[in-house]
């Protein structure tokens, strides 16, 4: 039982150019969520999906694209990169089935964006 | 929508004192309040939780209790380790909400 994975772990970029950061769950868990990790701000939420075949923007959507593969899989993309975009960004998955507020969320280990 | 604050650090300790680290909250309701730690290098992981007030979360040693009439969610543990150095995040998820908000994190540093 793996939990979440991420990949890559490290990533470097030039202005404007694309990726793709993968996430996958094998918790069976009907959400998925990404966020982005920058010093003295916390964990700001980019997208997330409620269910499969749903996403919805978070706090901070602009710049990204996601798309829910599948139950499992919750991709990030990235397609034109700007130094801003320079954070740590961590899947997570939660359960999503019993009473609202008391579910607990699963991280991923990140990945390390650089964009110069 | 909620909120949470928590004191800023570093909080710098010498092994085997005291913690105490601050955590409010504002939020329609009645929410769920968490405490998740990230250890250097890794993802969030679940430390503890409550989910009504007076409850009590426990884990490792650490504590908080679900404060109604000071909207509060304190972390504690009586004797820190090393091993505990780490940034911690408080959280409050309301009712109808799956997606937690998250306070902007408190490092926490132990020395021998």
């Known amino acids: 039982n793996a939990g979440v994975t991420q990949t890559p772990k490290f990533q470097v970029l030039k202005t404007g150019q694309s990726m793709t950061l993968q996430c996958a769950q094998d918790m069976n868990h009907n959400s998925m969520y990404w966020y982005r990790q920058d010093p003295g701000m916390g964990l700001r939420l980019i997208y997330y999906s409620a269910s499969e075949g749903t996403t919805d923007k978070g706090e901070v959507p602009n710049g990204y694209n996601v798309s829910r593969l599948n139950k499992r899989e919750f991709s990030l993309r990235l397609e034109s990169a700007a130094p801003s975009q320079t954070s740590v960004y961590f899947c997570a998955s939660s359960e999503a089935r019993g009473l609202a507020g008391t579910d607990t969320q699963y991280f991923g280990p990140g990945t390390r964006l650089t964009v110069l | 929508g909620d909120s949470v604050t928590q004191m800023e650090g570093p909080v710098t300790l010498s092994e085997e004192a005291f913690l105490t680290i601050n955590c409010t909250y504002t939020?329609?309701?009645?929410?769920?309040l968490f405490w998740y730690v990230q250890y250097p290098g890794e993802g969030l992981q679940l430390l503890l939780k409550?989910?009504?007030?007076?409850d009590k979360g426990s884990n490792k040693g650490f504590e908080a209790t679900y404060r109604k009439e000071t909207t509060s969610f304190h972390l504690e543990k009586g004797s820190v380790q090393v091993s505990d150095s780490a940034v911690y995040f408080c959280a409050s998820a309301s009712g109808g909400s799956y997606i937690p908000t998250f306070g902007r994190g408190t490092s926490l540093i132990v020395h021998p």
């Open positions: 409550a989910t009504k007030a007076d």
């Open positions: 939020a329609t309701g009645y929410p769920s």
